[in-house]
């Protein structure tokens, strides 16, 4: 089985770059209802009633945001009512709630991308164009829970040597200094053993060897290649709709080719969507057979 995160990363980042783009630097509402009904689906098909956090965290965000616009901006001319000798009009409800949908699709589709690239991931394409940037991020990856192992060290060896003895504010703050004070030398003190082992091993010598268990199939130049042609399409079909929010929300006339448009970019959204579906069928059928 090949599911959606199973495709090359560098052909999953121009899908996400490709889906997330449109919608973060599109003003067309239909654009963020595609995205979100998209990323909502994906998310509900990879992870099914797991991971359902997301789904009471997402709610919460949308109304914040879609009540901020229209307490803080008070342009339109239709004014809903007046709360502290300010109106709240219709169109900054409206324009609230639009952005509202685009945060809560973005959210949805970054935790997806999250979900799929893994730090290997990750750094598979950050080395693609800058192997500087890889190493750095890398790096920074292994020392996050290297730190958090060697402060439970130093913390259970000062606790030993009769650290926090009296419990108060004073005494506990002064043991947390002198950890951070020890976490910090020894951080430096790898720092540059990490930096003569590199030297010893002849980094930044000579021109450097890549490997990667990732290879580019059919598959994934076919995403690459659609991702690419819809999001081209997308923009040429849907460039000259123009939703007016201020002074009075106008829906703009859309004719066939917009039409089309929308549904060049709704087919991409769900691609992900058919091609996980499309496996798990499979995975049926197959079983089904033994």
């Not at 052909?11 to 889906?19: D, I, K, M, R």
């Not at 109304?63 to 219709?90: K, Q």
């Not at 003569?196 to 091993?201: K, L």
Request: contains cysteine.
């Amino acid at each position: 089985m090949r599911t959606f995160a199973d495709f090359n990363p560098i052909a999953v980042t121009v899908w996400f770059l490709a889906v997330t783009g449109l919608a973060m630097f599109s003003s067309d509402p239909v654009i963020y209802v595609i995205a979100l009904t998209g990323a909502v689906l994906l998310y509900v098909v990879r992870n099914g009633r797991k991971h359902h956090g997301i789904h009471l965290f997402a709610p919460v965000i949308f109304l914040i945001t879609a009540l901020i616009n229209p307490l803080v901006s008070h342009n339109g001319g239709t004014v809903l009512f007046v709360m502290n000798n300010n109106p709240v009009t219709l169109e900054a409800l409206i324009y609230g709630v639009c952005t509202a949908v685009m945060i809560t699709a973005i959210l949805y589709l970054f935790k997806s991308y999250s979900q799929i690239m893994t730090s290997d991931r990750l750094l598979y394409v950050f080395g693609m164009f800058s192997p500087k940037l890889a190493l750095i991020f890398s790096m920074s990856l292994r020392y996050v829970p290297l730190f958090g192992r060697q402060a439970k060290k130093i913390t259970a060896s000062q606790t030993a040597m009769g650290l926090y003895k009296d419990d108060n504010i004073a005494d506990s703050f002064r043991g947390g200094m002198r950890i951070f004070s020890v976490l910090i030398t020894w951080a430096l003190e790898n720092g540059i053993i990490t930096a003569d082992s590199m030297t010893a091993r002849g980094y930044g010598i000579g021109r450097r060897s890549h490997f990667s268990l990732f290879i580019f199939r059919t598959a994934d130049v076919l995403l690459i290649c659609l991702s690419v042609i819809f999001s081209v399409l997308t923009v040429y079909l849907t460039w000259d709709i123009e939703f007016v929010f201020y002074p009075y929300f106008k829906i703009p006339d859309a004719g066939i080719k917009n039409a089309v448009g929308y549904a060049v970019y709704g087919l991409m959204a769900v691609m992900p969507v058919f091609i996980e579906i499309r496996e798990v069928v499979k995975w049926r059928y197959l079983r089904s057979k033994i």
